[in-house]
């Protein structure tokens, strides 16, 4: 018999009194939009009208409120650190330094690029037999010139570290950008090379030197866009696991030298004896041009890779420039005020420092306790579907179910916080200065990790982030405190709004488990195909159909969605939703409340639109043209319009709750429709 996770009570007691929407604003719901035709506008188009983009955003939703309610939060512990006339030393003293020298603009303009003459002089008087010094250097100490490299968890064994080599070295990150030749790619390339042109000309090159810089930069990057993988390629994740003796890395990539590359790069950490190559191609391609590239070009790459990554802690000239680029990729028109750019330099130095904090102060224990019993219900409805799935065999459900009851669960905040007592703040030093030396100190902790057990209590996010995650290597769902407030979860609100908010994000990284990428790991997050090849094959025939509804989206004139890229978010929503629902039914049927009575509407609403209403409302924003240009190029995740109109368009009980029928837009055919978790 298939096993299911136990099932606790995750909601407080039927209140006596007539519920309230609290979640969901009923004056945003626009009548004039029928839910029957377009939902999302239906339920958002009045929030949009309320919240329009101001000059600073390019894209404004639910998650911005969100944030910006954190970011004050965390303004005010930072300031309230720093009156406290802290201890050199001590972690209110290191917080309250960063913060100070992040919004010093006068001495930063003052010191203009005086921060990196040095370093800057560096790379441009190393002689011809100081080039393999010179690339160690760089990639120890500032940038990832060619290639990135460094310890993650074995693919194949995730209770210990492996060494990975990867592509990158592209200042754009996507090569699209270098290679198509439509209107918009070459207008970001065009800003990309002015980027690069007045940086130069920041840090005190002529505009000759900075031109000839530039050249060789767009020559080089634009060859390892060349060989790097399409965002497609890059979701197949077997195909990333391609273990390289040392031996095997030294005849084949033999114009690094690998001896020296690893225990100079990474802090000391002897050459391994087995390394993964995540694409080969690209590393080939860095072999060839490191192997083929004169001096000068080498030294042009170096020294903007050196630039771009001090830019944001230097003088305004720098950050007017980043501005203007971004303005082109996401179309913002004003710059984030200097507080909240000083806040997020601080956080991403300490952010964990800061978390616990934030926790003492706003996250109850109440809410922890209250958030593990919705996980658990969500965990055991996930195991109802699976059980119930028609395409897929016994023996692989057994698998599923068994990857499903080891979910590690995290809430709120980690059980251990980091020690940043090691690292070293000086407000004599410059802030950049300074940050390199938090970048350093983050760099260590990571090397640090070479050669011992994996630490699973470790977190990917700080507790005031607004998000939450599934890591397939720990087989882990992680909730920080910052999600944890409404419209995606309130403890005084209807179990509709709560279940239709948090509940659906839960099963949405639940079901990240069993997506296209995280289906290929098992209970204890190793790479394992643990599926019968008949049941894989189903399971990519229901997710090329899936891909096939996001591709006929036109997002704007002549550009459509990328459901092959944004596939595992798509399958995470639809299951999410799906989930959640059923988790949400069990619950009221064991509270004993009789939804489809007229006591159970909410203002007007039954239980089951206020549940789709509330999913739809986590995803109102204002978003630019060109912000969703971006968007679809270089995210995972479909823009939220979509994430609305398209998934539910795939859900039979959606159609019930609003009477939507064939003929109506939001209809769907029962044939056309995919349903996969």
Not at 247 to 252: D, F, G, R
Not at 409 to 418: A, H, N, Q
Not at 582 to 609: H, M, N, W
Not at 630 to 642: C, F, I, M, P, R
């Amino acid at each position: 018999m298939l096993a299911l996770a136990a099932t606790l009570m995750a909601t407080p007691a039927v209140k006596a009194e007539k519920e309230h929407l609290k979640s969901i604003n009923p004056a945003y719901i626009d009548n004039s939009i029928s839910p029957k035709n377009d939902f999302y506008h239906h339920v958002a188009k009045g929030w949009q009208d309320a919240h329009p983009l101001t000059e600073e955003y390019a894209r404004y939703g639910q998650f911005n409120i969100l944030n910006d309610s954190s970011e004050n939060r965390v303004k005010e512990i930072v300031l309230n650190l720093g009156a406290t006339n802290p201890e050199p030393g001590t972690v209110a003293f290191k917080v309250a330094t960063i913060y100070n020298q992040a919004m010093d603009s006068a001495r930063r303009n003052a010191e203009g690029a005086k921060p990196i003459l040095a370093d800057l002089k560096k790379i441009e008087t190393t002689p011809h037999e100081g080039m393999e010094d010179l690339f160690l250097w760089m990639h120890g100490n500032y940038s990832s010139p060619f290639f990135g490299a460094g310890p993650m968890e074995d693919l194949a064994n995730s209770k210990v570290y492996a060494m990975y080599i990867s592509g990158g070295g592209m200042g754009l990150g996507d090569r699209d950008y270098y290679l198509k030749n439509d209107k918009r790619n070459k207008e970001v390339r065009e800003a990309y090379k002015k980027l690069i042109v007045t940086q130069m000309r920041n840090a005190g090159y002529s505009k000759k030197d900075a031109s000839r810089i530039m050249n060789n930069v767009m020559k080089i990057e634009t060859a390892i866009a060349d060989s790097a993988w399409t965002r497609e390629e890059s979701r197949n994740i077997p195909a990333m696991y391609n273990p390289f003796t040392l031996a095997q890395l030294k005849e084949t990539y033999p114009n690094i030298n690998w001896q020296r590359f690893f225990p100079e790069t990474m802090m000391g950490i002897e050459a391994p004896e087995t390394v993964i190559v995540m694409q080969p191609n690209s590393v080939m391609q860095a072999n060839n041009l490191i192997g083929s590239l004169t001096d000068r070009e080498i030294k042009d790459y170096y020294l903007w890779k050196y630039v771009a990554q001090a830019a944001g802690a230097l003088s305004d000239d720098f950050a007017n420039a980043s501005f203007e680029f971004n303005k082109v990729m996401s179309g913002v028109q004003q710059m984030r005020p200097r507080w909240k750019r000083a806040l997020g330099a601080t956080e991403g130095s300490m952010g964990e420092a800061i978390g616990q904090l934030y926790v003492e102060k706003y996250f109850p224990e109440s809410s922890k306790q209250y958030m593990l019993g919705l996980v658990e219900n969500l965990r055991t409805a996930l195991g109802k579907h699976i059980i119930n799935l028609k395409w897929m065999s016994d023996d692989t459900k057994l698998n599923a179910i068994k990857k499903l009851n080891a979910f590690t669960v995290k809430i709120g905040y980690p059980d251990k916080w980091k020690d940043y007592s090691s690292m070293e703040i000086d407000p004599k030093l410059s802030y950049y200065e300074n940050m390199h030396n938090v970048g350093m100190w983050h760099q260590k902790e990571e090397y640090s990790k070479w050669g011992k057990p994996v630490d699973k209590s470790e977190w990917g996010m700080t507790p005031q982030t607004i998000n939450a995650y599934y890591n397939p290597l720990a087989n882990e769902i992680v909730f920080p405190a910052g999600i944890l407030q409404a419209p995606f979860f309130d403890p005084e609100a209807s179990d509709a709004e709560n279940y239709g908010g948090i509940g659906v994000v839960i099963g949405h990284e639940m079901t990240h488990g069993f997506d296209d990428q995280g289906r290929n790991f098992d209970a204890e997050g190793n790479m394992v195909n643990w599926w019968t090849p008949e049941d894989a094959t189903a399971f990519e025939a229901l997710t090329k159909g899936l891909v096939d509804q996001f591709d006929a989206v036109e997002v704007l004139p002549g550009l459509n969605a990328n459901g092959t890229y944004t596939l595992g978010e798509n399958i995470a929503d639809q299951g999410g939703l799906r989930v959640a629902m059923t988790a949400f039914l069990d619950s009221q049927k064991k509270k004993g409340v009789d939804i489809s009575s007229e006591d159970a509407l909410i203002d007007g609403f039954t239980p089951l639109q206020v549940f789709y209403m509330n999913y739809a409302n986590l995803w109102a924003n204002n978003i630019r043209p060109e912000e969703m240009r971006s968007l679809t190029t270089g995210d995972v995740h479909s823009l939220g319009e979509h994430r609305v109109n398209v998934t539910l368009r795939n859900i039979e009980p959606f159609f019930r709750a609003f009477s939507i029928t064939d003929g109506d837009k939001m209809f769907r055919p029962e044939q056309e429709r995919v349903i996969i978790w």
